[in-house]
């Protein structure tokens, strides 16, 4: 697989603070990475540092494995922390600025603004757009002259739900014409719906990195009930593959261990003639997962 | 290149606020040329300020009087790109920091050029007006035309300068005006024997068109006949264009060591 981005222990240090700290990763084409971490996490700084604005303390990073230069950023669309227009100047105008520096047609405007479905308000001034249209305006802009690779910093910050979710779908569409896309967001939904990569970060440093299946799932948890609740309660500790048992409500949860299955688990309870009301294998939610890594120590 | 003046012409078609200001600036400039024949000069060789070719000497040196006007647009020009976050965005979208400030030294020269055309464009048409005996159309006074452009670059690139420096406006402006009164003091009271005073920068861009009240001044002082330079000191637009070049470079040099 191609890299398209590589970071090498990067860090920004702050008078008071280090907003980025040793952070190493790699994106590969194709994926949409997600960077989740609550506010001022550092989240922008990495993006401001890739995206040439911001000085890094120290570290590397590689944009197409080559050496960083300005004009690699041309093939680079961008929306940093907030959308940045001239708000006296129509929306269109403030596109043909963009393109004009990235060398890309006028012609192009017209189809990214399609794209955002901003068509028919091209020529009103910046200053009347509602938040949502500032923000696909944004996106619109980073999408000029079919760039490569597209950041995305909390394209959805400060939304409604409306315009939460055409945000996503036009996230979600680009992705799937094979644009990399490094989305920044605290919100967990938010990379759990659209990411197929993340690295959960705070006070700057990577906690987890990975396949989001494979950082979200976890553990290997099953809620699993009988009518015979004490007999099922001793069978599953008899389990050969049994870690931990939890009583709920109305179920066990039951931790098997990694090299065990629930199939095993569930042959396993057949095969000892009890009666299962309910049994369903639950992947430990992100979002659990994300308060747990994320909580101060 | 071509690609960067059409962004900073888009930039400034579109904003009121230029087209204001510069407005203001044609007619006051046109009003004060118009009256500068009720001018007391105290000098014959100043006797018809709006003829050929004196008129080049006295445009140039009403319209200098005024050049706050177009400093101020500069600042709001440069302002703009930090209050809208639109530098953060040009380097984003892939400008490398030296490029944007050329670019936007381009809005400097953009500036200048407009109203040198105007300033010569008003000369010829108050010339024409004011009838008397044409001696000669663009006598060696015609040079004070290349004066006064340089002068515009460099007091604008000045501007320039601070509001890089400074980033908002309001503070920009502040700095810019309270330097005009820094630079009397240092030139009337620090500087008063040194000839260091005669290469302070607005000095030396000041020295780029005739000003009569101060050669009246010197004179008076040092008890000499007052002699007006009919023709630019092209030593002075020497020094004035490596203020313009030190001014530059000190932006290219900040906006480079900071983080956008
Ligand atoms: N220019 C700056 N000067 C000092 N501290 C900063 C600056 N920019 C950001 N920080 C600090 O760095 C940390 C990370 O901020 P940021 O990258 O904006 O986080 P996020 O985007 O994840 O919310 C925060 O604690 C923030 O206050
Ligand atoms: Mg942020």
Redesign the pocket.
């Known amino acids: 697989m191609d890299t398209i981005l590589k970071i090498d222990s990067l860090t920004?240090k702050?008078?008071?603070?280090f907003?980025?700290s040793q952070l190493s990763l790699s994106i590969d084409k194709g994926s949409v990475f997600g960077l989740l971490?609550?506010?001022?996490?550092?989240?922008?700084?990495?993006?401001?540092i890739i995206l040439g604005v911001?000085s890094a303390t120290s570290g590397n990073f590689s944009w197409f494995g080559k050496n960083n230069s300005s004009s690699d950023r041309k093939k680079i669309g961008a929306l940093l922390?907030t959308p940045n227009f001239y708000s006296y100047l129509s929306a269109k105008s403030n596109l043909k600025i963009s393109a004009k520096i990235k060398g890309v047609d006028y012609k192009d405007i017209d189809r990214v603004a399609e794209i955002v479905n901003l068509k028919d308000r091209l020529n009103d001034k910046f200053k009347t757009y509602s938040l949502g249209m500032k923000q696909r305006l944004a996106i619109a802009a980073a999408l000029l002259g079919k760039p490569e690779v597209l950041v995305l910093?909390?394209p959805t910050n400060g939304l409604d739900p409306q315009g939460i979710a055409e945000i996503r779908t036009v996230i979600q569409n680009i992705s799937k014409i094979g644009v990399t896309i490094i989305l920044?967001s605290?919100a967990l939904d938010e990379v759990e719906k659209v990411c197929s990569h993340v690295c959960v970060?705070k006070k700057?440093k990577s906690l987890i990195q990975g396949n989001v299946n494979d950082v979200l799932v976890g553990e290997n948890l099953i809620e699993v009930a009988s009518s015979e609740k004490e007999k099922l309660k001793e069978l599953a500790t008899t389990f050969s593959g049994f870690k931990t048992l939890k009583e709920e409500n109305y179920y066990l949860l039951v931790t098997l261990q990694d090299s065990s299955s629930s199939i095993e688990f569930s042959k396993y309870l057949i095969t000892n003639n009890i009666i299962i009301t309910h049994f369903v294998k639950r992947t430990k939610s992100l979002e659990e997962f994300f308060l747990e890594t994320t909580k101060d120590a | 290149m071509l690609d960067l003046i059409s962004i900073e012409y888009i930039k400034l078609k579109n904003n009121s606020s230029f087209w204001i200001i510069l407005v203001f600036y044609m007619l006051i400039s046109f009003y004060v040329v118009g009256k500068a024949d009720s001018l007391p000069t105290g000098s014959d060789v100043f006797a018809n300020p709006l003829q050929f070719p004196m008129i080049w000497l006295t445009s140039t040196y009403c319209a200098s009087f005024l050049v706050l006007f177009p400093s101020i647009l500069i600042i709001l020009n440069i302002g703009n790109e930090f209050k809208y976050k639109t530098a953060k965005q040009h380097v984003i979208d892939g400008l490398s920091k030296t490029t944007f400030i050329l670019s936007k030294f381009i809005s400097v020269c953009l500036i200048a050029t407009i109203i040198t055309i105007y300033v010569i464009l008003l000369s010829l048409f108050l010339g024409w007006q004011s009838g008397g005996e044409v001696q000669d159309f663009f006598g060696e006074q015609f040079s004070f035309i290349a004066g006064f452009y340089i002068q515009l670059i460099g007091v604008l690139s000045f501007a320039f300068f601070i509001s890089i420096l400074f980033k908002r406006t309001g503070i920009s402006i502040v700095v810019f005006v309270g330097y005009y009164f820094i630079e009397v003091i240092l030139y009337y009271l620090i500087f008063e024997d040194s000839p260091i005073r005669d290469y302070l920068p607005l000095e030396v861009f000041n020295s780029l068109t005739f000003s009569p009240i101060k050669d009246n001044l010197d004179s008076f002082s040092g008890l000499s006949i007052p002699e007006f330079k009919l023709s630019l000191n092209w030593f002075s637009a020497a020094i004035g264009a490596i203020y313009i070049a030190i001014c530059l470079s000190l932006s290219i040099l900040i906006f480079n060591r900071r983080?956008v």
Do not use: F, M, Q, R
């Open positions: 920004k702050y008078p008071s603070l907003a980025v971490g609550p506010n001022g996490s550092g989240k922008t700084t990495t993006l401001g911001t922390e910093d909390e920044a605290h970060i700057g | 983080d």
